[in-house]
């Protein structure tokens, strides 16, 4: 378990899930918010694993009165109707089916917990559903929970077909202005390492995509016509267990250089 705010009570701890994967690099991060008196909040409880979520509920020290889902993937999500059941919470989320209780998890929204306020912004790309929360705690400095929108490690994928990278490289237009206009110094993703230089990751994660997509133009170019031809082209040098991620983020690419044209 790891704190980020340097206090004595420290209000984000990080949880991660014993479900380490090519997908999930070391396990899915469960960011667990606490502020004494005023209860808690669980954001992606992760996998229906029984450990895990013990872990979680324990790390809450207060009342876990709210669970709230970055997105609809198993790997956030699986957990969180069984850990709504053992706190008798709700689970907010974009997506209605994955809901417990009537609320879902609308671009302005914004919730207080004690000392600490949660702000909801929309960032599709990944998911069609995702969403990012600005964090704002009593340590004065911002953050924001990513989902998989921003890893800690790595590139993330754009699933296809939920995600879309149009709308991908609009959210990254929106992180790069919450960094700069709100002061968040760090981001706290979905999988990986909390981000302490979110503008040089924001940069990286911004060109990855682009030159993903040059090398698409190109294995076009050279001919090739299926999805599968291009993966083998320019995944090359990616392990080959990341491949079906990588076709649905090629697929996601070609619709984004069709609807260019
Ligand atoms: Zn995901």
Do not use: K
């Amino acid at each position: 378990m790891i704190s980020t705010a340097a206090s004595d009570e420290p209000y984000i701890q990080l949880v991660r899930a014993p479900n380490p994967g090519p997908m999930t690099l070391n396990g899915t991060n469960t960011w667990v918010i606490t502020d004494p008196g005023a209860g808690a909040v669980v954001i992606d409880p992760g996998p229906a694993i029984d450990s895990h979520l013990e872990m979680v509920l324990a790390a809450c020290q207060e009342r876990l009165i709210m669970i709230v889902l970055t997105h609809r993937h198993l790997d956030h999500s699986e957990g969180a109707a069984m850990l709504a059941d053992r706190a008798g919470c709700g689970v907010r989320a974009a997506d209605p089916q994955f809901r417990v209780g009537p609320d879902g998890l609308d671009d302005g929204e914004r919730f207080t917990l004690g000392a600490i306020t949660i702000e909801v912004f929309e960032t599709p790309g990944h998911t069609s559903d995702s969403r990012s929360l600005l964090l704002s705690g009593p340590d004065q400095v911002n953050r924001v929970i990513t989902g998989d929108m921003i890893l800690g490690r790595g590139t993330t994928v754009i699933s296809h077909p939920d995600g879309d990278l149009g709308a991908y490289f609009d959210s990254l237009d929106l992180f790069e202005r919450l960094v700069r206009n709100r002061d968040v110094r760090e981001l706290l993703p979905g999988h990986g390492p909390i981000v302490s230089e979110p503008m040089p990751w924001l940069s990286f994660y911004r060109q990855h995509r682009h030159e993903r997509l040059d090398q698409v133009r190109a294995a076009l170019a050279a001919g090739d016509r299926t999805p599968t031809e291009i993966v083998a082209r320019v995944y090359a040098d990616v392990d080959r267990s990341l491949w079906p991620a990588a076709e649905q983020s090629v697929r996601a690419q070609l619709e984004y250089l069709e609807r260019q044209r």
